[in-house]
Each structure stands twice: as structure tokens, then as C-alpha cells.
């Protein structure tokens, strides 16, 4: 095999960059000063331009590539035009770039440090060192990041994921929460709110009444929230109907104090004092 000279059509110019990968069809991919093209038969054929001169590439998993032209991510679908999915913070000059085999991207910067894009939005990762140039995984998922100045910096997976007012969760202090057949979270607040989660961001809902004290969730696709002397509720999640039981109904109290759905689907729950 001898060393080749590579064509460019295009100006090299000054202050561009040059960036290469190989997708998982094995084609190889460039970017020279804003251009994203192929190499074959030793020429840079390009396919589109994008709006900064300082572009990186990188291959996805599923096909296709990631590039970041400035600070702004897209995503490229095998040979479709490219799609901006996410932002970095302004200025942002990327030196590396990795899709890790969650499917994850991890962006290395010039003085901004490590970004993790997950397909939802983009998370600061901390590292020693602001400059990160280079970036690769492990067998066992961890994340290596060499950075200009740092040393170089392990970041292992998360074993538990901390939520909090941060993430959006619209009070600290949680004291009960489920999952629905649909994989939504519920969440009680020691307040009495209830919220949930679909997928994206939490909020309040008013089927708590402001009185909620816990959560369960049945295959039947109902939720019943216990309530702090309001009754039980049962909620529809198909229909959207709710629907209160009360003393008058049979309930030995109007506070429930915790709620479960067995695996047989019966339904237990504790009051708080015996019937009168």
C-alpha cells in the first residue's frame, strides 16, 4: 500500500478544519472548511455545506454520521441531507467526537471541556481539563477522554441517575412514585402534589387535588392515587375518566396512606385508622 495524494476541489484556505471518518458501510468521509463529502478513487467528491468553516465528523452506530459545524449538532442519515438536532453553548469549537454503544454522542471541545448529547439535549460532563482532543470506548462502556493539559480522564456509566428540581421534577421531596404500563413515572410530594413524567419533562397534574399521598399503577392501565382524607382515586389512563371512592363507598377510611397493586391485580391499600 503506498501513500496517496487526496484531490481537493475545493479552496483549503486558512483558518478551516479537516476532519475524517470511515461510516459503517466503509466509506470514508471528509470535511474540508465546511464541505462533508466522500473519498473515492483517491478525490474528495462533496455532497453539502454547512454554515462554519470548523466542521468535525463522526460515524452513528445506525448509519450515516454525526458532524458539529460550529456549535451546532446534526445528524446525518446515510446520504440524506443533514438535520440539526442540538446546541452547544456559543463559540464552541469541537476537536473530537465519539457515539458511544448506547448511542450517546460525546463532543470534545478547544476550552469548554466534554458535552454528552443522548438524542434529548445536551448535558456538561466534568472532566480535568478543558481541552479534550480525543475520545474512545472501552469494552465495558467506559469513556476515555485525552485531554491537552489533563491527563487522561475515565468516565464510567452512571449506576443510578439522580432527579431532582434540576431535571425538572417540580418538588425535592417525593413520597411515593410508580411506573404505568406506558412506562410513565408518578411521583406524590410530601405536599399532596402529584406529577408526571412522559419521558421529556415532569408536571403537575390535578388529579392529586392537592391532597395525594401515594401512587400505584395496575395492567389495566389505571392509576390510583391515595389521598389524604379525599378518598381513593381511580384514574382511566385509556379514557381519561377519574373516578373518587369514599366512606360512602365502602372504604374503611378517607385517607389512604399507601396503595399496591398485587400480582394477581387485586388492589390493597392502608388507611389511616379503622372504620367507626
Known sequence: TALQELELPVSTGTGGRASLTCDIHRVVWGSVNGWVGVIHAGRFEQRFQLDSREVELAAARAGGLW?????????????????????????VRVLSMLEDSAGALWIGTVAHGLFRYNGQGVEKVETSHLNVGTLTEDREGNIW???????????????????????????????SVCQDMDGTYW???????????????WSVVPEGGGAAACVAADRQGRLWVGTRGVGLRELNL???????????????????????????????????????
Open 67 to 91: 458532524a458539529c459545524a460550529g456549535s451546532r449538532v446534526y445528524r446525518m442519515a446515510e446520504e440524506k441531507q443533514p438535520v440539526a438536532c442540538a446546541d452547544l453553548p456559543p463559540g
Open 238 to 276: 385509556r379514557n381519561g375518566q377519574l373516578r373518587t371512592w369514599l366512606q360512602g363507598d365502602g372504604l374503611p377510611s378517607n385517607s389512604i396512606r399507601a396503595v399496591l397493586v398485587a400480582a394477581d391485580d387485586s388492589l390493597w391499600f392502608a388507611t389511616n385508622g379503622p372504620p367507626r
Open 187 to 201: 411521583a406524590v410530594s410530601t405536599s399532596g402534589l402529584l406529577a408526571r413524567s412522559d419521558k421529556t419533562a
Open 145 to 175: 477522554a485525552g485531554t491537552l493539559g489533563g491527563g487522561l480522564n475515565r468516565i464510567r456509566p452512571r449506576v443510578m441517575e439522580l432527579i431532582g428540581t434540576q431535571s425538572g421534577l417540580p418538588f425535592e421531596s417525593v413520597d
